[in-house]
């Protein structure tokens, strides 16, 4: 019996789910990131602005959809320095018109949005809520997030500074981000935490993983040198609504990628099957060691493969490499997911 990994229906949304605009300490308006993100044959912009959760519904059209979203900040000690730990994570609203912030704290929303009138600094009916850094704290957020209906990531751990002590406490994030553009771009980072998502799968948790740009345009569209379009998702729904591409975002339903596209991912018969964009390398990796490569021979591609799978694991999950060393990652599949004859 076949089971599809990635729905055969629908059609895919290429997606970024983090950014920054002039709502808080990005360079271009919300306008403006739609433009640029459009021409660039994007359909879905989370405008994750810091602090600050903001609706931008007015920018949607037939072929585009923002998302209702931002980023809060948890920071271990009072100032941030170049080397103490910090938490951001992504709250996405599951609902287009919920703007309900969880531990409001107008003290950050000062820190970052400029622009914001005093009514709206006001617009919470909560007092002010103390952040107290560590997994007690970024856990109970998760959870209440959860509760009241947002899907929340965790974002760029590298720049975070955290570790196995750290991310390894934390419960019920939706995604983790294994790979940040602009921390590459503009902190020279290597921002690739394929490292943390698998930790942290081993460990028992369940989550998915995504390639997203954190873009603030400091030094513009410059193809070259700008620290958007190097990190995006593609997202398989029946149709580019809000309601689609929140309930495939919320059941896993998308990969993530910095230039490679995988075309189908399915089960049957015991075997792992995928078929992709041409590539210089498909691997499955798993919980273990029983995972396989396939590599194209020089002058070759590989659009399609095939991996038995054989052995103990707890999950698997696949990574493609395209000749310029461009890479994808599917989420993390488990075995109670694979439809057994």
């Not at 659009?303 to 890479?327: M, N, S, W």
Request: hydrophobic fraction near 30%; charge should be negative.
């Amino acid at each position: 019996m076949r089971t599809y990994l990635l729905p055969p229906e629908g059609q895919f949304y290429k997606a970024n789910l983090h950014c920054h605009s002039t709502v808080s300490d990005g360079t271009l308006s919300p306008e403006e990131l739609k433009g640029a993100y459009r021409d660039k044959g994007y359909s879905v912009l989370a405008i994750t602005d810091h602090e600050w959760m903001q609706g931008h519904s007015e920018l949607d059209d037939p072929e585009f959809l923002t998302i209702t979203s931002y980023e809060m900040t948890l920071r271990d000690g009072v100032k941030t320095t170049p080397d103490n730990r910090i938490v951001h994570m992504n709250f996405y609203a599951k609902d287009p018109k919920c703007t309900e912030q969880i531990a409001y704290d107008p003290q950050w929303v000062v820190k970052y949005c400029h622009n914001l009138t005093q009514e709206q600094l006001g617009r919470q009916e909560t007092a002010a809520e103390p952040r107290v850094f560590g997994p007690e704290f970024v856990n109970r957020v998760v959870r209440e997030g959860k509760e009241k209906g947002f899907l929340v990531s965790y974002n760029h751990p590298g720049w975070g500074l955290e570790g196995d002590a750290d991310y390894l406490n934390y419960d019920g994030f939706f995604t983790v981000e294994v790979y940040n553009h602009s921390c590459f771009m503009d902190v020279g980072l290597n921002e690739e935490n394929l490292h943390v998502y698998d930790r942290m799968l081993r460990a028992g948790k369940r989550l998915y993983c995504t390639c997203n740009d954190d873009n603030h345009n400091r030094r513009g569209l410059d193809p070259d040198i700008t620290d958007s379009f190097g990190g995006f998702n593609m997202i398989k729904a029946p149709e580019l609504s809000y309601d689609a591409i929140m309930k495939a975002l919320e059941n896993g339903d998308f990969y993530a990628s910095t230039g490679p596209e995988i075309h189908e991912a399915y089960v049957e018969d015991g075997k792992l099957y995928i078929r992709c964009s041409p590539v210089r390398d498909v691997l499955l990796n798993t919980s273990g060691r029983n995972g396989g490569h396939i590599r194209a021979r020089a002058g070759e591609s590989v659009t399609e493969a095939v991996f038995p799978l054989e052995g103990c694991y707890h999950f698997f999950r696949v990574t493609l490499i395209d000749h310029a060393g461009q890479k994808a990652f599917s989420r993390a599949w488990f075995p109670d997911e694979i439809v057994n004859e």
